[in-house]
């Protein structure tokens, strides 16, 4: 049987705010399943940074490592910490965003900040309002991630709601969500973002295996979806409530993002970025 495809906005920086100009809206609304700003980021910056990651990996890369339900051994590579995996550990994710600052300022160092880059488009789509960096009493989250998968790597299914898995945190007063990623670099093959137009229900958590990180297949069984390989300097948005997993990498080159997410407030003006 054919999975039904479900349709991904494909536009440029110049064109986008004109042609879609309620594309976020649109999207929470799951009328697309994502936005693809094609050149977004200057190749050759993409292959400058990639170039520092790679003869500076130590200083730069974090690995960790743990053992999933299964047994298998999976590591994690990134730079920044991803607010994920620090829900219970307040002081070590702080502690690891001051030294991710410093991180991103050597990376970055005599390019455009795509950061900052992404912050200011995010403002662009959504003019009314006051586009911020989310922060507790003043100290301010971590603003960016990148993720590197190396051959073999996948993601999981599953979906991102900081309204539901970080309560307590600044970021859980607001209640829709959105990913940007900045695509750096893909792997040879693999290395796709399938998003699935299915929103979660509390009987998933029901139905999911014990002590597994992501859920089964049969969660998105017949939904529609939209599969997303980007290309270097590519900015792509879409809504992470609704599940979403990303195919295993292959080959030699790693898949290397930025990842930034957004939530915009119901009460005020604002919109709150973190890592």
């Known amino acids: 049987m054919t999975t039904p495809t479900w349709e991904a906005v494909v536009t440029t920086p110049s064109r986008v705010v004109e042609d879609y100009p309620d594309v976020l809206h649109e999207m929470a609304n799951l009328k697309y399943g994502a ?3 094609r050149g977004f980021y200057a190749k050759e910056h993409c292959r400058e940074v990639i170039a520092r990651i790679e003869q500076d990996s130590d200083r ?10 299964e047994g298998a051994k999976i590591a994690l590579r990134y730079i920044g910490p991803g607010l994920g995996q620090y829900v219970n550990d ?6 690891e965003s ?10 970055y160092r ?3 900040d795509p950061r900052a880059m992404v ?28 993720r590197m998968m190396l051959d ?3 993601s999981a299914l599953h979906r991102d709601s900081a309204m539901t898995y970080f309560k307590g945190w600044m970021v859980s007063q607001f209640p829709t969500q959105f990913s940007s ?14 998003v699935f137009k299915r929103r979660w229900t509390p009987e998933d958590d029901e139905r999911r295996p014990k002590g597994t990180t992501g859920y089964t297949a049969s969660v998105v069984a017949g939904a529609e979806v939209c599969t997303i390989r980007p290309q270097e300097g590519d900015l792509y948005i879409f809504h992470p409530e609704v599940f979403h997993d990303i195919a295993a990498s292959h080959g030699a080159r790693a898949r290397v993002n930025q990842g930034i997410f957004i939530a915009a407030s119901p009460h005020d003006s604002r919109v709150v970025t973190w890592g």
């Open 110 to 112: 005599g390019l455009p």
């Open 35 to 37: 936005v693809i700003i």
């Open 60 to 69: 730069f890369v974090t690995t960790k490592e743990y053992v999933n339900a």
């Open 181 to 194: 990623l900045v695509c750096f670099q893909m792997p040879e093959s693999g290395g796709e973002l399938s």
């Open 90 to 95: 307040r002081e070590g994710f702080f502690r």
């Open 152 to 154: 073999g790597d996948e």
């Open 119 to 146: 912050r200011e488009m995010i403002g662009r789509l959504l003019p009314e309002r006051r586009v911020i960096v989310a922060h507790e009493e003043g100290v301010p989250y971590g603003d960016a991630v990148i």
């Open 98 to 107: 001051r030294i991710a600052d410093a991180k991103f300022e050597l990376l």
